[in-house]
């Protein structure tokens, strides 16, 4: 099935009671049981929904993986995949990850034992060379998060098989239509949904994707366990804003082009990160007077954090979704002070770029 009806009709895609072609909101707790132990496939809702269930159903098949996983936030997916491992176990990170990811590594998972490296996953050499004896994941995020690096993902799954390894790709800024781990060799994948896959600002939740039943398995334990799950009724947003990630997909990404075209022609732009896949740019300018400027003067794309919905938004990383890391290591990185990220929406590609010229 071609991805434009899969993400339609893939997973459990109505009701099979009634035929609905919208699966309904099972707004419940628990479920009634036949008698001790005896139930209908559900018992208590965080261990399981419907609803929820369409909907990790649906993701899995779109990754391509073995099973699907719906929580409360991507950085709980995040987290959730994190207590796979115990105490003494090192991990190798992007080093231009998202500030979330690393916070909640840095500041929580540090202080239960937990170690991590900084790497350049781009470079296979530098990914060889941090393997210690006591490594145990390689966690990558391509593109990375805001400079737009790109990782081999093949090079890395066969790393991480080659040292036994487990290879996980946050998936957020391409999305299985643009790009699909698992079939590269990735063991797991995660994505903050509240970005492309929800796709209209009105929700946050998080998706992993598993590529054995042994995972699944682990993945099921640890998140009945923590019980960092998504309701049914933003399990029920999602599976909406999924139905048509491909046709915004598509408008976003010809929107990007045409405003990195754009940009290319101003000389106060000193640099743009864009890979020329995908509907987020990242660009330098001159000064960092010039950058506040721009986010201080733009009227229809809003200056906000996130990124992936249908509206443009803007945002000065540093200052924003990178200031939990510390100055001197987004330095060190690029991210600097006059670093503008753009996340394209699907409006005329003509008024963004409107916009963009009140402010530069």
């Known amino acids: 099935m071609n991805f434009y009806s899969k993400v339609i009709h893939g997973g459990i895609s109505e009701d099979a009671a009634t035929g609905a ?3 309904p909101i099972y707004q419940t707790s628990t479920y009634r049981q036949q008698s001790i132990g005896k139930h209908k496939g559900y018992e208590y809702s965080r261990t399981g929904n419907p609803t929820r269930h369409a909907l990790e159903t649906l993701i899995a098949e779109l990754e391509g993986g073995i099973a699907g996983f719906a929580f409360a936030s991507g950085l709980a997916a995040l987290s959730t995949i994190i207590m796979l491992f115990k105490s003494g176990d ?39 060379a941090a393997i210690a004896s006591d490594t145990k994941a390689i966690f990558i995020e391509t593109p990375t998060n805001p400079l737009m690096k790109l990782t081999d993902l093949a090079a890395i799954a066969q790393i991480a098989k080659k040292h036994g390894l487990l290879s996980v790709v946050d998936n957020t800024f391409f999305t299985p239509y643009l ?6 060799g990735i063991d797991v994948v995660v994505h903050s949904a509240t970005k492309y896959l929800g796709g209209h600002s009105d929700l946050v939740a998080g ?3 598993v590529n054995t039943k042994e995972l699944q398995e682990k993945m099921h334990f640890v998140q009945n ?16 804003g999924i139905k ?11 929107n990007a082009k045409k405003i990195a075209a754009f940009l290319e022609t101003l000389p106060q732009v000193k640099h743009i990160y864009y890979p020329g896949t995908g509907a987020m740019i990242s660009f330098e300018l001159d000064t960092a007077e010039a950058a506040h400027k721009l ?14 919905g249908v509206e ?30 753009l996340s394209l929406g699907i409006e005329d590609a003509d008024d963004i770029i409107a916009d963009l010229k009140l402010g530069l």
């Open 295 to 308: 986010l201080e003067k733009v009227q229809m794309i809003a200056l906000a954090e996130s990124l992936g």
């Open 244 to 254: 048509t990630l491909a046709i915004r997909m598509d408008k976003a990404q010809d």
């Open 207 to 209: 998706l992993v994707v």
């Open 179 to 184: 790009q699909r781990p698992i079939e590269h």
């Open 90 to 128: 090192h991990i190798l990170l992007s080093d231009n990850v998202y500030g979330g990811t690393f916070r909640v590594i840095d500041k929580v998972f540090v202080n239960l034992g937990i170690r991590y490296s900084l790497v350049d996953t781009s470079n296979l050499a530098e990914v060889e």
């Open 225 to 240: 366990a923590v019980g960092a799950i998504l309701g049914p009724q933003d399990s029920w947003l999602l599976i909406r």
């Open 21 to 23: 072609v919208s699966v």
């Open 312 to 341: 443009s938004l803007i945002s000065l990383p540093a200052a924003m979704t990178h200031a939990s890391i510390p100055k001197d290591q987004r330095e060190k990185l690029g991210i600097s002070d006059s670093l503008v990220r």
